[in-house]
């Protein structure tokens, strides 16, 4: 055989298949192209027939930080969707309704940054929390991992919440996470009643598969045995029905953790040594390579780190990315990009307030946003004369449901009701216990029972009234329900 036949015998493809193959990839990227561009109109038309008060803050972003709101920030949402432009324009919606209220007036339309809309939580990030972690599983994909007994009753809530907004744009810029989605991986050893907190949870819950460009793909609680059938109907109630498919709890021994995990394509190598992995990688270490990767190494400060480990660069990042094609954007200016858009918003509002943001159950709702003077106020409902708007799912404006947490926004309560009215004869105490509240104090000596506090600070003769009035809110909207019907009814017959 000839030296030019042998070279081609050992070509794993002839000339003619490598040609077929360019060609047909050629095509498939000809045809993703094709299907993006159609993808974009359509997304775009459908944008332009939502009212304005129904996409205020999308609308506000787009006018003083367009770059925000690209084709490839749209491309996102439609690739979570699977190219759906109706899906995709309300999980778009409802990302920036959602950011706004999360992040408030002044930062919701900044980079999500340590020196953007991070500027104030740097601290809650060395709480450690959350954090991510820097290799993904075996199907490529990001792993966000949860250390729950490190939250305290003393952490700022609300800047978790903002934690794991941050967490989720760190985790969209691995290319392998954009396509096979991200994890959640809860170690709760050593956790209590007193580090669990319902404003986080729901924050987390309600957000992790409803709005967010990247697909939540599973939940993995671990060493929970000992909380979590207190808390179970509490997370229930928060979880969507794709969240509850993808819920798996684990416990037991390392060895049997491990052997568990690893059947979720989660080897020793992607886990921490805190749950018996060899990854040798804390909150700290995250924080200090993200200052790194967002400033440039020489621009970190001794302040910025304070706290800080000083454990290397993290060579598991490294390999994580070598191996499934991890990328981080170079780095920016961010203190310049920050006064660009501070500048923008002052010209465009003059002076934007700053308050306090208060997430109960961050889900997405219309806003009245002044497009006409450019003034970005706080939520409120808009109103005329005096009277709610009837376009609004509900009046914003009022105070009063946000000081009772045991109203109709609490899932907790709906459940209680549900149950009380399925079994008439059942105590009101049980009803509430059932629904998910929990007391820790209920069984101490000592205690009045009705004197006895639930995880919000709210007594169990405070609960037990409230669950009462919905109780009888119901009652008289069967029977109002009951009276049209039935005058419905005589109307028909005199006709």
Aim: with cysteine.
């Amino acid at each position: 055989m000839s030296s030019k036949k042998q070279e081609t015998a050992s070509l794993p493809f002839s000339s003619k298949q490598l040609t077929e193959s360019v060609v047909s990839e050629t095509r498939d990227e000809a045809t993703i192209n094709a299907v993006e561009a159609a993808s974009l109109r359509k997304m775009n038309e459908a944008l332009s027939e939502i009212p304005h008060n129904q996409k205020s803050a999308l609308v506000h972003v787009q006018r003083i930080q367009p770059d925000q709101v690209n084709d490839a920030h749209l491309l996102g949402f439609l690739q979570a969707e699977d190219y759906d432009a109706k899906l995709a324009t309300r999980r778009l919606i409802g990302y920036w309704e959602t950011r706004y209220k999360v992040f408030g007036a002044d930062k919701f339309a900044l980079p999500i940054t340590l020196d953007g809309a991070m500027m104030d939580c740097r601290e809650a990030l060395k709480v450690g929390h959350l954090y991510l972690l820097p290799m993904c599983d075996k199907l490529g994909r990001g792993i966000i991992h949860a250390n729950t007994s490190a939250l305290r009753w003393e952490h700022n809530k609300d800047d978790q919440i903002r934690v794991w907004w941050y967490l989720i744009h760190v985790v969209a810029e691995r290319a392998s996470a954009r396509k096979n989605g991200y994890i959640i991986l809860a170690n709760a050893k050593d956790s209590t009643l007193h580090n669990f907190d319902t404003k986080v949870v729901s924050g987390i819950c309600t957000t992790s598969d409803r709005i967010f460009p990247i697909r939540l793909k599973a939940i993995h609680c671990c060493n929970a045995s000992p909380v979590f059938p207190l808390v179970s109907s509490v997370v229930k109630s928060m979880l969507s029905v794709n969240q509850r498919e993808r819920f798996v709890l684990h416990n037991g021994s390392v060895e049997g953790l491990l052997a568990s995990l690893s059947n979720y394509h989660l080897d020793k190598g992607c886990l921490p040594t805190a749950m018996g992995g060899d990854l040798s990688y804390t909150h700290e270490d995250f924080l200090k390579e993200r200052l790194e990767v967002e400033r440039g190494y020489n621009n970190v400060t001794d302040e910025d780190c304070d706290g800080c480990s000083d454990q290397g660069q993290g060579q598991e990042e490294a390999a994580g990315a070598a191996a499934f094609g991890s990328s981080f954007p170079e780095t920016v200016d961010s203190y310049n990009y920050l006064m660009t858009a501070a500048k923008k918003l002052e010209s465009a509002s003059g002076a934007v307030n700053s308050s306090k943001v208060r997430v109960s159950v961050p889900v997405p709702t219309s806003l009245s946003l002044g497009i006409d003077t450019g003034l970005l106020p706080q939520p409120v409902a808009s109103r005329s004369n005096g009277q709610p708007n009837q376009n609004d799912d509900k009046p914003l404006g009022k105070k009063k449901a946000k000081s009772h947490p045991g109203r109709f926004g609490d899932p907790r309560m709906n459940l209680a009701v549900q149950a009380k009215q399925d079994n008439p004869s059942m105590p009101l105490l049980t009803a509430l216990v059932k629904g998910g509240f929990v007391f820790p104090e209920m069984n101490k000596p000592g205690i009045k029972l009705s004197s006895c506090k639930d995880m919000e600070n709210v007594t169990v003769y405070q609960r037990r009234n409230q669950l009462l009035r919905r109780l009888r809110q119901e009652k008289q909207k069967m029977t109002n329900s009951r009276g049209d019907y039935a005058s419905g009814f005589e109307d028909a017959n005199v006709s």
